[in-house]
């Protein structure tokens, strides 16, 4: 065993910024008046976007909270229920960015992507409802119970690694402030940077559940990566400087693992063809990661180290 990968929201720092910055994100689109104080914004995202409704895009492996505005935002313009969009999208089992071609069916107004337009204009409005809440972001669980499982983990000699799809100044701040930083291998962080740097090279989706984000962060530093990762192959496949035809997944499986709390954590690891522990801080259920294919469920990070030395990687 080698690393473990962390994704960040709903593992070591709360998600619910991002919730409440979509459902003010919402407030904002429907002309709703903003209140002044934070507290009073929190209450109106929560009103607007219910974590029932949250929910239901996550166990779809809708990860990104970008999506989820920009989805809510789409289907009150059309006049659409949200509760109705995610139980079509569980009834057609549409994973991840696959909702974007439901909303091809329900709004003809524009060709539904994540390429500038309204998707942008969600975005900025996203983005500046988070600088109105930042100061409310907070860790998912006591801070030092999670620096324990990071020394505890680091003792047994792993490196420790995020992929997360958080901007990379979203990631650092936080973190930075509440001295976990210090912990990662900053050669071994993959934040929504890397990703969209990627997905403007390769023209299409790449981030959770695509495999991208943990294959990146895994081979980043070894030897001739740009070789190892074939983007026309599905990333399934080196290419012929690390071994022709040889499985990404043969060279590190048993070597690193990643723990995550959503479906799309799951289907990316999975896809990259390591293991995957989740915990039960973030918004989806155990069933749900249980169907997903979580190879372990935990409470918590803080049981991490122990199943980590449990595991069978034969």
Request: with cysteine; hydrophobic share 35%; proline share 4%.
């Amino acid at each position: 065993m080698k690393a473990v990968l962390f994704d960040l929201d709903g593992v070591i720092t709360s998600e619910r910024i991002y919730w409440n910055c979509s459902g003010l994100a919402l407030a904002k689109f429907r002309g709703e008046r903003i209140p002044e104080s934070a507290r009073e914004k929190v209450k109106l995202a929560q009103r607007m976007l219910p974590d029932s409704i949250t929910r239901g895009f996550k166990e779809n492996g809708v990860n990104s909270n970008w999506d989820i505005a920009y989805a809510s935002a789409i289907l009150t313009r059309a006049g659409k229920d949200i509760g109705w969009f995610i139980k079509e999208l569980k009834k057609r089992d549409m994973k991840g960015v696959a909702y974007l071609k439901l909303l091809d069916e329900i709004d003809l107004t524009e060709k539904h992507d994540r390429d500038g337009g309204s998707w942008g204009d969600a975005h900025k409005r996203f983005q500046a409802c988070y600088y109105d809440l930042e100061d409310t972001d907070e860790p998912i669980i006591p801070l030092p119970k999670i620096k324990k499982a990071l020394e505890e983990l680091k003792s047994m000699g792993l490196k420790l690694g995020i992929v997360s799809g958080r901007p990379l100044r979203e990631a650092r701040r936080p973190l930075e402030k509440w001295g976990l930083w210090g912990y990662f291998d900053k050669n071994m962080i993959i934040t929504d940077d890397d990703i969209v740097e990627q997905e403007k090279k390769s023209g299409k989706h790449m981030g959770k559940p695509d495999p991208w984000p943990v294959l990146y962060a895994i081979f980043k530093n070894q030897e001739a990566l740009g070789e190892c990762l074939d983007p026309q192959d599905g990333y399934m496949n080196v290419k012929t400087s690390c071994g022709e035809g040889k499985p990404a997944d043969a060279k590190i499986n048993g070597d690193y693992i990643l723990v995550g709390d959503s479906v799309a954590d799951v289907l990316s690891a999975k896809n990259a063809g390591i293991k995957v522990i989740c915990v039960k801080t973030g918004i989806t259920n155990e069933k749900t990661l249980r169907e997903a294919g979580a190879d372990v469920i935990v409470s918590d990070i803080t049981k991490v180290p122990k199943k980590i030395r449990e595991l069978d990687f034969s």
